[in-house]
């Protein structure tokens, strides 16, 4: 359905002024569970088109066993020129600045509505982002999507990715005391419930978790999604009818209400977690459970670091990658983990 010209106007007018162009070009958005399988293919033709410029970072890809006898893959970026193997050493032998002690890492799970949003082997364009400019080994985690593997398929697989990292630390030249979490959208909302699972079972040290407009709570928009006039508004970006559809066919069905290691926000016990950055978008639907998210970390004696991006929504660097709105936003979320990662006098 497409949206009226007025409709267009009021939302436009909201819109951060250097985004109206991309906002008024967006493409029309469709439901991609009805056929999941063709949608993911129009992802992957799209960044098949547009490879990544991998510039100084090379990757390798590993196989982690499943106890099903399934494999988990991962991959791991790191740049050219760093420490390897935890030798200190790089490929061609010489000692570049900084060898002889590993690198930080950031497992880096992906978004899609736990879905979609899979890179191609070695095509990840914020791995290879980060990998460049924090520097740090950049593992990517292409955990089981929905709606074939429902909770908790996903996230324990990201799960057992950091107790891989951190088990693998010295092979892979990481520093088993500066390990992140990040991940946009699904993505945040894995890095959170990843973070709680840690806490939980005593497992690696996790020293940050980068939380990207994260979709951290099951009842957004739980409301507004069953309005029929929530279905004329604003149906070329991310809506709370979107929002639900993907609970939907991430929860096991017949799911009332999600587990805390699903949806972080469900958590009754904040304390002890690893600082956060929370970064949202105004006109995100999840932006509210975003900040509120943010403040029970605060009231838990957690430190947290949070950013709004005025007229934004959600994704909207996907569409105005080239804006000053964009890209100050992904500089100071870079910034954030490099803080993180190489704190003063670390």
């Not at 980060?130 to 324990?156: D, I, K, N, W």
């Not at 009332?256 to 105004?282: H, K, N």
């Amino acid at each position: 359905m497409s949206v009226p010209p007025e409709m267009q106007l009021r939302s436009a007018m909201q819109v951060h002024p250097e985004l109206v162009p991309a906002f008024e070009s967006l493409p029309p958005s469709s439901d991609p569970y009805a056929d999941i399988e063709a949608a993911r293919e129009g992802v992957h033709k799209m960044l098949a088109a547009f490879p990544a410029d991998r510039t100084g970072v090379s990757s390798e890809r590993f196989e982690i066993p499943r106890a099903d006898g399934s494999a988990l893959t991962v991959e791991v970026y790191r740049p050219e020129g760093s420490a390897d193997t935890g030798t200190g050493q790089d490929a061609r032998g010489a000692a570049p600045e900084g060898a002889g002690r590993a690198l930080p890492a950031v497992l880096h799970f992906h978004g899609g509505g736990f879905a979609l949003g899979r890179s191609l082997p070695g095509q990840d364009r914020a791995a290879i982002a980060l990998c460049r400019e924090l520097p740090a080994v950049v593992l990517t985690v292409e955990y089981r999507l929905a709606p074939e593997h429902r909770y908790p398929a996903g996230v324990e697989d990201c799960y057992r990715a950091l107790e891989w990292a951190a088990e693998r630390a010295a092979d892979l030249g990481i520093d088993p005391a500066r390990i992140a979490l990040t991940g946009r959208s699904a993505g945040g909302g894995l890095s959170a419930a990843v973070a709680l699972m840690a806490r939980d079972r005593g497992g690696p040290a996790i020293v940050h978790q980068s939380l990207y407009v994260p979709d951290v709570d099951d009842r957004v928009g739980a409301d507004e999604a069953a309005s029929d006039a929530e279905e004329d508004v604003e149906t070329r970006v991310t809506t709370a009818r979107d929002i639900q559809r993907a609970w939907r066919h991430y929860l096991p069905e017949g799911t009332a209400e999600a587990e805390a290691y699903a949806a972080a926000a469900r958590a009754t016990d904040l304390s002890g977690l690893p600082p956060a950055y929370v970064l949202v978008c105004d006109l995100d639907p999840l932006r509210d459970a975003g900040l509120a998210y943010a403040r029970r970390l605060m009231d838990a004696g957690v430190p947290v670091t949070v950013r709004n991006v005025p007229g934004a929504w959600h994704g909207f660097e996907l569409f105005a990658p080239d804006t000053r709105v964009a890209k100050e936003m992904t500089a100071h979320w870079t910034g954030q983990l490099r803080e993180a990662l190489y704190p003063v006098g670390g």
